[in-house]
């Protein structure tokens, strides 16, 4: 129970530090963006300083869809380009709300359909689909199930992870893997989601022992990886 309860305490501070850096980096170009009038400040002798007013001609960043988003829509208003390398969600695309938004990698479109690609390439007829609770996961999957359904690729699990949370426990990752190991015939599993959730998804693969029982392609890169 103690062991448990230190578990939830670490994932939901996780949360909550993500939570407070993309408030903070919100709030620093926001801080950076106002104008500052001259007028509010004077110099003892009673003249007005010379404030050197700064101009931001662009934004790098961020790495996380979520923040790039929530950073996206204060740019815009004041005309301010935005360059991610690494935010991929397709909503991104939309060039009525994010008209000042670029990045130098693909849409998870692209991502979703190389997925397939590679479904086909090994033949598979039959995969499950997990993925994160949030903006990433969610147009993701959106994405590959259209994809997949076109291409006449059916289903067999899918199932929502709960990003960077306390609520889901080791037995909910056991059921997870159990309700995959119950479609026998599709052993090929997709997974849209980040380091943190994939960890808990493989240390149930270990505990079920159902290591070497599936196929995974991950969409994500991991970093740190403790299967302990």
């Not at 590959?144 to 289903?155: A, T």
């Not at 992870?161 to 479609?183: C, F, H, I, P, R």
Request: proline share 2%; glycine share 6%; aromatic share 10%.
């Amino acid at each position: 129970m103690k062991k448990r309860f230190l578990l939830k305490g670490q994932q939901n501070a996780r949360k909550i530090c993500e939570n407070i850096k993309t408030s903070v980096f919100v709030a620093l170009l926001l801080g950076s963006i106002s104008n500052i009038d001259d007028s509010t400040y004077h110099c003892p002798d009673g003249s007005n300083p010379g404030i050197e007013q700064k101009v931001i001609a662009g934004v790098v960043g961020a790495a996380s869809s979520v923040t790039s988003i929530q950073v996206a829509n204060l740019l815009r208003l004041f005309k301010i380009p935005q360059i991610s390398y690494f935010s991929t969600s397709p909503e991104l695309s939309n060039k009525q709300r994010f008209e000042y938004f670029l990045r130098t990698v693909p849409s998870d479109t692209n991502q979703a359909q190389a997925m397939v690609d590679i479904i086909k390439l090994l033949n598979w007829t039959y995969v499950s689909v997990i993925y994160e609770e949030s903006n990433y996961g969610v147009k993701a999957f959106e994405v590959l199930e259209e994809l997949l359904i076109k291409n006449g690729i059916c289903l067999a699990v899918k199932e929502k992870l709960t990003k960077d949370s306390g609520v889901a426990q080791q037995e909910w990752y056991d059921n997870l893997v159990n309700k995959l190991m119950s479609k026998s015939s599709a052993k090929g599993v997709i997974v849209f989601g980040s380091d943190q959730e994939v960890a808990e998804v493989m240390k149930a693969v270990k505990r079920n022992n159902a290591t070497g029982y599936f196929y995974w392609i991950v969409l994500e890169k991991l970093n740190n990886i403790a299967l302990n």
